[in-house]
């Protein structure tokens, strides 16, 4: 089968990670018997000094015909300036709303070889399987009013938090679908006890329960979700949460797998179904490392990983993504680590060493 992958390097060790997710992809390509067409285009601060702006036109047109995007890190110093009209960020936010990409998932799966990377005990994270849905186009980031302005009493700003009842149910559909293919236990975190936005997302989802009783739902205050995803992780399988509260605990819970190297994520336009291709863009969770560029030092395993995803929900290959989840699983048993992740007894080995490793036992 032939498939068409849009490529966002994007700036600091993106390009770097990225080769190590096509190498994998390329010998996926031909044990399976595939082929993937790839085209490039400049997104985040490379974008901004090639083009202007975050998201060139181009960019979005290629991503928009392409079966799905793999998208490595965006940002770095250079583009830092909060005084800055455009910022790399920009092209992020532009393309989840070009590509009408509203779910964002992030697994947090312990390894069990890495339970004592981690900050916390190895007996609070062994066995932790969760995934968090966070909606991407709504909230805080896309509200308005938005602004600053200027009286006589000094400087003022306003953030609006704004959602559709819409909005909230598709994204709460998403978080649904997945716990009942899952452990069928969904967690819906808001600030009910606040926030009227809040409100109006619990009683959407509270209406849409029925329509699934095999589930089990809880709501869970934001607040609360954050303490509890440090004291008792392994209690979460999904959890679906708005913009804002999504954007802090996805970061929260990527520590509990040791490192944010290792976490890939997903961003669907759509509901993910076994077995049905849903259009989506694919990035590691951490950012561009810009200290660390050129230096073949950082861990390649999210993006691969975000690959495995992309094999996945995108282009309905489940096979190929177990085998490329297979390989990662192996080269860390063999003993394999980037600095990241690094223990007494262990191989350190770099960017591309690792990637070569994982490729070799897909």
């Known amino acids: 089968m032939r498939f068409n992958i ?5 700036d600091g060790v993106g390009p770097e990670v990225m080769d190590e997710a096509l190498r994998a992809l390329g010998i996926i390509a031909k044990k399976f018997g595939h082929e993937f067409s790839f085209q490039e285009g400049d997104v985040g601060g490379i974008a901004i000094d090639n083009h202007g702006t975050a998201l060139p036109a181009q960019t979005l047109a290629v991503c928009k015909k392409s079966d799905a995007v793999l998208l490595a890190a965006v940002g770095g110093p250079k583009w830092d300036d909060p005084k800055a009209k ?10 989840r709303k070009g590509l009408g990409l509203f779910a964002n998932l992030r697994p947090v799966k312990v390894f069990p070889l890495l339970v004592n990377c981690t900050t916390l005990k190895p007996e609070i994270v062994r066995g932790v399987d969760l995934v968090v849905v966070r909606e991407l186009t709504g909230g805080l980031y896309f509200g308005k009013p938005k602004k600053q302005w200027q009286t ?15 909005e909230i149910e598709r994204i709460a559909r998403v978080g649904f679908e997945l716990a009942r293919s899952r452990r069928k236990k969904l967690a819906s975190v808001d600030k009910a006890n606040v926030l009227e936005s809040s409100r109006l997302w619990r009683q959407v989802v509270i209406e849409m329960a029925p329509q699934y009783p095999d589930i089990e739902l809880q709501h869970v205050l934001v607040d609360n979700c954050a303490m509890k995803l440090v004291q008792s992780p392994r209690d979460f399988d999904v959890i679906v949460t708005e913009n804002t509260f999504g954007d802090i605990i996805t970061d929260e ?28 863009l694919y990035e590691p969770i951490h950012g561009s490392a810009p200290k660390y560029k050129g230096l073949n030092k950082v861990n390649p395993m999210a993006t691969i990983l975000s690959a495995a995803m992309m094999l996945r929900y995108s282009l309905a290959l489940e096979k190929e993504a177990a085998a490329l989840e297979n390989a990662v699983q192996r080269a860390l048993e063999d003993g394999y680590r980037t600095y990241d992740i690094m223990e007494p007894n262990r191989t350190q080995l770099g960017t591309k060493e690792m990637g070569e490793k994982i490729a070799e036992r897909i």
Do not use: C, N
């Open 6 to 10: 849009a490529l966002l390097p994007g």
């Open 86 to 95: 455009v910022r790399p960020e920009d092209g992020l936010l532009a393309l």
């Open 152 to 166: 006589s009493s000094g400087r003022h700003a306003v953030d609006s938090m704004v959602y559709s009842e819409k």
């Open 253 to 280: 819970a990527s520590m509990i797998a040791g490192s944010m190297g290792m976490l890939p994520s997903a961003s669907l336009a759509g509901v993910p179904r076994t077995g049905e291709k849903t259009f989506g």
